[in-house]
């Protein structure tokens, strides 16, 4: 439990814990954000915040099987995001 990114700013992939969170799929554990943000009927930006993570797992040509193991929770709005 921890704030992964400055209020109002997006997940970087330059970021420690985007490859953090990314090893840590790859080692079998499912790993899940929440955030207090909502954008309802605007799940575009749910992207834009966690650009960063999405963009880091592209660039390593992360397979399916780790990617299933991401999911963000909207709090606001209570939106399931699952890649």
Known sequence: D????E????????SWIVDALIMLMHAGVFVAV???????GKPERYMQRLKGMLER??????????????????????YLFRI
Request: with cysteine; charged share 25%; glycine share 12%.
């Open 2 to 5: 921890d704030t992964l990114y």
């Open 7 to 14: 209020h109002g700013l997006d997940m970087e992939a330059g």
């Open 57 to 78: 797992m592209k660039e390593q040509n992360t397979p399916k099987e780790v990617t299933d193991r991401f999911y963000c929770m909207g709090g606001e709005c209570n």
């Open 34 to 40: 929440v955030t207090a943000a909502g954008y309802p």
